[in-house]
């Protein structure tokens, strides 16, 4: 899984409670994303960053937040407002944002709520 | 909008025998294709890409893909399966000059090799 980690690997929370999900890399790569996938669905994009300080939303941002407060670090808020919240989330960075380089991807968390 | 599609939701291979898994893509003008392999509980592992040149590429252990224009499709194949090429593969696409937030995924193939 290439120099990235993620935490906890699996992770079970009650309806109504924030969860935070933490990715980090040491490949020096300026961006990152989270992806969310469901059983016989693609990997759907919930928020990226191309560089510190910057994020974007993704296909599926709602019930979700982030920061990029340093390079290395990309954490994943999934707050109550997120409706079906139970999935395999998913982190990953590239070279840069800039054009499709290859992604390297975390280990996933496996979420469960409740 | 773009969009990849696996046609085929499970491939069993005999060990030894050739190998291909479907992807065909849509996208506005030239493409980037991207396939990923995902063992269970993992992440994905990128396998190859098609960025420009020559239409067959080469990738880790021993996959290829060929790319082809005219039917928008960018198979996986490998000459000789392996039990341990038993896994969740991924075909993916993005439009040329755009970055991975343009990037989507096909719902992916289960590929079992029987020994």
């Known amino acids: 899984d290439g120099g990235i980690t993620q935490s906890p690997k699996y992770l079970f929370r009650k309806e109504g409670q924030n969860v935070t999900l933490s990715c980090e890399q040491n490949l020096n790569h300026d961006a990152m994303y989270w992806y969310r996938q469901d059983p016989g669905q693609g990997l759907r994009l919930i928020y990226y960053?191309?560089?510190?300080?910057?994020?974007q939303k993704g296909d599926i941002a709602e019930g979700y937040s982030v920061s990029r407060e340093k390079k290395e670090s990309f954490p994943l808020t999934v707050t109550s407002a997120q409706k079906n919240p139970t999935a395999f989330y998913l982190c990953?960075?590239?070279?840069?944002?800039?054009?499709?380089?290859?992604?390297?991807f975390g280990p996933g968390t496996r979420l469960t709520v409740t | 909008a773009q969009s990849v599609a696996q046609p085929e939701d499970q491939v069993n291979v005999a060990e030894g025998n050739p190998l291909t898994v479907k992807c065909t893509y849509s996208?506005?003008?030239?493409?980037?294709l991207f396939w990923y392999v995902q063992y269970p509980n993992r992440g994905l592992q990128f396998l190859l890409k098609?960025?420009?040149?020559?239409?067959l590429v080469k990738g880790s252990y021993g996959f290829e893909a060929e790319f082809n224009k005219s039917q928008t499709s960018f198979h996986l194949k490998k000459p000789s399966a392996l039990v341990s090429d038993s896994a969740l593969y991924f075909c993916?696409?993005?439009?040329?000059?755009?970055?991975?937030?343009?990037?989507?995924f096909g719902t992916g193939t289960r590929l079992t090799i029987i020994p």
């Open positions: 996208v506005s003008g030239n493409p980037y």
């Open positions: 098609y960025i420009t040149g020559d239409n």
């Open positions: 960053s191309q560089i510190v300080n910057d994020f």
């Open positions: 993916a696409v993005s439009p040329k000059y755009f970055g991975n937030e343009k990037l989507t």
């Open positions: 990953a960075s590239s070279i840069d944002g800039v054009r499709t380089y290859e992604q390297y």
